[in-house]
């Protein structure tokens, strides 16, 4: 026992210096880009795997059709990179090989397909997910998602942190074989303030005052009464006109289903795990996959994608061509906006209004009875005003 608790002991120690260290080289990565002035912005595009190289064909013809002056004038460039496939990372045993992550970090913002993980006992090697690889390289530390339901008044955009919580040390928590075991979750004070702030600056460039701040500090009381502190210091000192509500997960997990409360959210900011369980709670709200695009936004990267996987099955059945390109149409649409291209970004969800209303001329259903990803496409062209 004595040995154990010795062991465990030191691998704190490591743990701690490991995270102090991590926060050191956080404040130099959470610098933001300032995209109005690049020279060229470059969208660097992966496709994935399964259906991700034909929902992200169709969404590069949208970026082209939409940014096609600022394209040819030298603007902006949209880079393919080849190799974030299940067959190249199974084959270089890496989750982002080499060269593909040094093209990725010579782009400004990537727009990614989904990508398979492979499944442990499938004789490949475990590969950790490659999202989970890319945030983690490109220090994505907010995951945005915007859930918007009119006719239920609901307007809500979440800031889930990515990269601290439960997760950054998931797999590194310690055990006493059959007496206990022991994770650990880590939250500081640099990537608090940084979600809270990319939150709030969110709220005051889209006229939001609403900002919960989702925590469990009632029980969690260093990490989470942390953040929440943290949370409300920086809006008391630089964003004065915001109003704050302190709220606890299992409550809010209550008010996103009681239609008495929840049109009054607009913004929320919250750890990594809970905001991992309540996104996807607010996503199926919305309607479930295909509605909703996701961002992962750091610094000097951001990352956009579908919400949904790969879809195997769909290839499998040699019905891929007939994946429905909205999710990912969505994700193109917040990479506009956060690129300030906010007049092609609101084409885009208006002409996704119209395309995708119980009455559109196309409908696409996943299937051979409904319309192809590229005759939404080109149903989304000939509407785009
Ligand atoms: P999935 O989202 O791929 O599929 C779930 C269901 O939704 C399936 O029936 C599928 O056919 C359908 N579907 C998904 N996207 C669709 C689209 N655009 N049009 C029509 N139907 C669609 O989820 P899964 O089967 O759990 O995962 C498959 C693979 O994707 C796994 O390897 C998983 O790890 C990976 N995945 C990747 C990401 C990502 O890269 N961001 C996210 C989720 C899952």
Not at 298 to 313: D, K, L, N, T, V
Not at 350 to 372: F, H, L, N, Q, Y
């Amino acid at each position: 026992m004595d040995n154990y608790i010795k062991t465990a002991t030191e691998q704190f120690e490591t743990l701690l210096r490991e995270q102090v260290a991590r926060t050191e080289r956080m404040a130099e990565l959470s610098k933001p880009v300032d995209y109005a002035n690049l020279d060229t912005l470059v969208i660097g595009v992966c496709d994935g795997d399964g259906i991700g190289p034909i929902i992200c064909r169709e969404a590069v013809r949208v970026l082209e059709y939409l940014l096609k002056d600022k394209i040819a004038a030298g603007k902006v460039e949209i880079r393919r990179i080849e190799g974030l496939t299940l067959e190249n990372r199974i084959a270089k045993e890496k989750s982002i090989p080499d060269d593909v992550l040094a093209a990725i970090k010579e782009c400004h913002v990537l727009l990614k397909g989904p990508t398979t993980t492979p499944k442990g006992g499938t004789g490949a090697k475990e590969l950790e997910s490659a999202n989970v690889a890319l945030r983690r390289e490109l220090d994505l530390f907010a995951n945005v998602r915007p859930v918007c339901v009119p006719e239920l008044g609901i307007d809500w955009t979440f800031y889930r942190e990515n990269t601290e919580g439960e997760y950054v040390l998931g797999s590194r928590g310690v055990e006493i074989p059959d007496v206990l075991c022991c994770d650990f979750k880590v939250t500081t004070d640099l990537g608090t303030e940084r979600i809270a702030r990319a939150a709030y600056e969110f709220a005051r460039n889209n006229g939001k005052k609403n900002i919960s701040i989702v925590t469990k500090a009632n029980i969690m009381k260093k990490t989470d009464g942390k953040f929440a502190r943290i949370c409300r210091q920086l809006a008391e000192k630089e964003y004065p006109e915001l109003e704050l509500e302190d709220w606890y997960i299992d409550i809010m997990a209550a008010n996103l289903v009681n239609p008495a409360i929840r049109s009054k959210f607009e913004v929320f900011v919250l750890p990594n795990l809970y905001g991992d369980i309540i996104t996807d709670e607010a996503a199926q709200i919305q309607g479930g996959v295909g509605t909703a695009g996701s961002a992962n936004v750091g610094g000097r990267y951001a990352m956009f994608e579908a919400i949904h996987g790969s879809a195997p099955r769909m290839i499998e059945e040699g019905i891929g061509e007939y994946a429905n390109p909205s999710s990912i149409f969505k994700a193109v649409e917040m990479l506009l906006r956060h690129v300030g291209y906010a007049a092609e970004a609101e084409k885009l969800s208006e002409a996704m209004k119209i395309c995708t209303a119980d009455d559109a001329k196309v409908k696409v259903t996943g299937d051979r009875d409904g319309a192809t990803c590229a005759e939404f496409s080109d149903y989304l062209f000939a509407t785009i005003q």
